[in-house]
């Protein structure tokens, strides 16, 4: 499998962020770490082994970045409003710098599609659904899409815009929904076993159900619990059968 190591000093950020790059060929998968790990968890974790098929037959070719996580909601130091404009930051770096780069990798016209596990899932979801004028479509596996669960009690203009269960609740742009309802690749994927928390995709669903938008809600069963081995399990299976 081709491996490359790469980074930058991000305006945005005003830090150095690696990327790493897995793959010659395919669509892009751009994947966001879950919880406050780096940008080669997925690899130490061997998710990236478990899809090695789909890179190396070229169906895929996978972007895996750093977290700022522990600069923002996994920060115990931080106040909230300073959590929300980091949030904000690691956006606009994902936005204006990754998604070039990637497009500088692939081609201008390559779809990109997000996903990640966990805080990821998250994370992958609210890039998707803020902008998918620049994003294809989400792989989300085993979230919570609320961001308050994670906040601490704050909330302000930078929880709403980043919180997807709030405002795609009240979201009434046709610009934006129909380019959700033209994507076709919105997966949904959670277990029901230790840990994981099915409502809260059942609860983005409902959402996306009422404003029309076609999606996959999948839930799997009391057997995949919210750990490494699920998403080994639901990731290869999805790049497999639904691209």
Known sequence: MH??????????????????????YGFALLMIPTAASDYLEYERCRLIESIGKSINEGKVKVFSVNSINTESWMNPHMNGRDKGIRHQQFNEYIY??????????????TPIIAAGASFGALHSANLYFRRPDLLN????????????????????????????????????????????RSDGHIHIVTGSGSYEDPDSSRYLSDILHSKGVSHELDVWGQ?????????????????????
């Open 137 to 180: 479509g989400v792989i989300a596996m085993s979230g919570c899409y609320d961001l308050t669960a994670y906040t601490k009690g704050h909330y302000d203009d930078n929880v709403y815009f980043n919180s997807p269960v709030h405002y795609l609740r009240n979201l009434k742009d046709e610009a934006y929904l129909s380019k959700y």
């Open 96 to 109: 204006n710098e990754v998604i070039p780069y990637i497009k500088s990798k692939v081609g201008p016209d």
């Open 3 to 24: 491996r490359e190591l790469d980074g930058w000093h991000s305006p945005a950020l005003n830090k150095h962020m690696e990327i790493a790059t897995y793959g010659h």
């Open 223 to 243: 057997d995949i619990p919210h750990d490494w081995p699920s998403w080994q399990k639901m990731l290869p299976y999805y790049l497999e059968t639904r691209f």
